[in-house]
C-alpha cells in the first residue's frame, strides 16, 4: 500500500512530503520511493507566524488558515507520485497543555482540498484522539521508532555494539524516544518485564535559534551554523535558560512554540544584551545540553538523529561532546530514513496503521490510557475501500530507499 505522509512542523517553513510503499509480511518493510518539501509561499508563512503565540488571532483568520494551509498541502501533494492513501499531520496552531496535561490540540490544514485533488482518501487529525484518551497527542513518531529502532541490532551498518538504542529528531523542538530498558525515568514495566519505552518533546531544537535569527536579520535560521560558529557561549545567560522548570517535569511531556516563541527569548535573554553570534551560540549550547541530558540520563549506547538540527554542525558538535564518548550517533538514513524526511515517513506509517485498523499510539511513550487508532477519515472520490484489519502492530519495521529515487 502506498501512503503519502505529509507534515510541517514547527519550524513553519514548509510541506514535508514522503511516499512510502508498505508491505507487510511478516516483517513490515517500506520502501521511501520519494521525498521532498514544498516551501510555503512568503506570504502564507507570515499569515501563520502571525496567528502563533504571543501573538493573538480571531476565528476568521483560522478559518482562512484552515484553507490556505489546505490547499498548500493538497498542492505539495500533487507534485508526488500516485498514492492510494494520503496521511496528513497538518499545521500545528496551538498545542493546549496546562499543568502540564494536554487539554487539546490544533492543527490546520482542511483535508477535503487533500481528496478533492488527488481523489483519494485522507486520513487527518491524528493527535485528537490521542488527547481525547489522556495523552500528551505527541510524539505520535514513537509508534514508528520503536519498531524501526528494534530492527537496529540487525542492521549491517555500522557494525558495533547498540546498546540502549533511542531515536531524536531535531525539528523546531526536540524529541526524544527511548527505547525499553533501565532508566531513572521508567515508571512501569511492559510484558516481558522490561522498563517501558518512553518518548517526549525535551525542549527546543532550533525554535529559539531561527527565532533570534529571524528577529534580527529576517532570515529563517542560522545557515550551517555560521552565526553560532562566531559567537561564544554565555554561561549566565545558559544558567537562566536551564532553570526553565519545563526540562524538570517528568514524561511524558511536549511542548512547542506555545511556550518556546520569540517573546519567551526577549523576556529571558533581552536584559543580557547580547550580539547575535553570542546569543545564537548560547541557544545552540541551550538544545545541546537540554537534549543531552536525557541522552545520559537514560545511559543510551545510541542514538539514531533526524531533522534540520543535523545541518547545524555547531549544535551537532556540541552534543555530541556533551552527551560523552560513549554514545555512537548515527543519522536515520543507517536504518534507510532519510533524515530530513523522517516525520513525513512516520506519518506515512501513522496512515497505514489506521487504514489497517491498527492503534498509532504506544500509551506509555504519550501518557494515553490505552492504545488508539488514529485520525479521521475523507474519503476520495470513488468508494471508501480499506484493506482487511491485520491482528496487531508490526514489532520490527525494516526500511529501505528505492533504487532511483529522486534526490531533495
Not at 481525547?132 to 551498518?157: I, K, M, N, T, Y
Request: glycine residues 12%; charged residues 20%; proline residues 9%.
Amino acid at each position: 500500500m502506498r501512503v503519502l505522509g505529509l507534515i510541517s512542523g514547527t519550524s513553519h517553513d514548509g510541506i514535508d512530503t514522503a511516499l512510502v510503499d508498505w508491505v507487510a509480511e511478516g516483517v513490515v518493510e517500506g520502501v521511501v520511493e520519494h521525498t521532498g518539501t514544498t516551501p510555503y509561499a512568503p506570504e502564507s508563512r507570515a499569515a501563520i507566524l502571525a496567528a502563533l503565540p504571543p501573538n493573538t488571532t480571531d476565528m476568521g483568520a483560522v478559518c482562512r488558515l484552515d484553507t490556505l494551509v489546505g490547499r498548500a498541502f493538497a498542492e505539495a501533494a500533487a507534485g508526488c507520485p500516485p498514492a492510494d492513501l494520503v496521511c496528513s499531520h497538518g499545521q500545528t496552531l496551538y498545542h493546549w497543555v496546562e499543568d502540564g496535561r494536554a487539554r487539546g490540540t490544533l492543527q490546520l490544514g482542511e483535508a477535503a482540498w487533500i481528496a478533492e485533488r488527488l481523489g483519494v482518501p485522507v486520513v487527518s487529525n491524528l493527535r485528537a484522539r490521542d488527547v481525547a484518551a489522556g495523552g500528551q497527542g505527541a510524539p505520535l513518531v514513537s509508534a514508528f521508532d520503536l519498531p524501526l529502532l528494534a530492527g537496529l541490532a540487525q542492521s549491517p551498518e555500522p557494525p558495533g555494539p547498540v546498546g540502549r538504542p533511542g531515536a531524536l529528531n531535531l525539528g523546531g523542538i526536540a524529541n526524544l524516544t527511548v527505547a525499553p530498558g533501565a532508566s531513572r525515568y521508567d515508571h512501569a514495566e511492559n510484558h516481558a518485564g522490561c522498563a517501558a519505552p518512553l518518548a517526549y518533546d525535551t525542549g527546543p531544537a532550533s525554535a529559539l535559534m531561527d527565532a533570534a535569527v529571524f528577529a534580527a536579520t529576517g532570515r529563517p535560521y542560522d545557515e550551517d551554523g555560521r552565526l553560532a560558529a562566531a559567537g561564544r557561549v554565555h554561561d549566565g545567560l545558559l544558567a537562566e535558560l536551564l532553570a526553565e522548570p519545563y526540562y524538570h517535569r517528568p514524561p511524558p511531556r511536549t511542548t512547542g512554540k506555545e511556550l518556546f516563541h520569540g517573546g519567551y527569548l526577549d523576556r529571558v535573554a533581552g536584559p543580557y544584551g547580547l550580539g547575535l553570534p553570542d546569543l545564537v551560540a548560547t541557544l545552540a549550547a541551550l538544545t545541546a545540553e537540554t537534549v543531552a541530558a536525557e541522552i545520559r540520563r537514560h545511559r543510551l549506547g545510541t542514538v539514531v538523529v533526524s531533522g534540520g538540527g543535523l545541518r547545524n554542525p555547531v549544535l551537532m558538535r556540541e552534543l555530541r561532546e556533551r552527551s560523552g564518548s560513549g554514545v555512537r550517533m548515527l543519522t536515520s538514513d543507517h536504518l534507510g530514513v532519510p533524515p530530513d524526511a523522517k516525520e513525513a515517513v512516520a506519518f506515512s506509517y501513522l496512515g497505514w496503521l489506521t487504514a489497517h485498523g491498527l492503534p498509532g499510539t504506544v500509551p506509555a511513550c504519550t501518557g494515553a490510557s490505552g492504545p488508539r487508532v488514529l485520525g479521521s477519515l475523507t474519503p476520495g472520490r470513488g468508494p471508501l475501500r480499506l484493506p482487511a484489519p491485520l491482528a496487531a502492530p508490526p514489532r520490527v519495521i525494516r526500511m529501505r530507499v528505492a533504487e532511483g529515487r529522486p534526490a531533495r
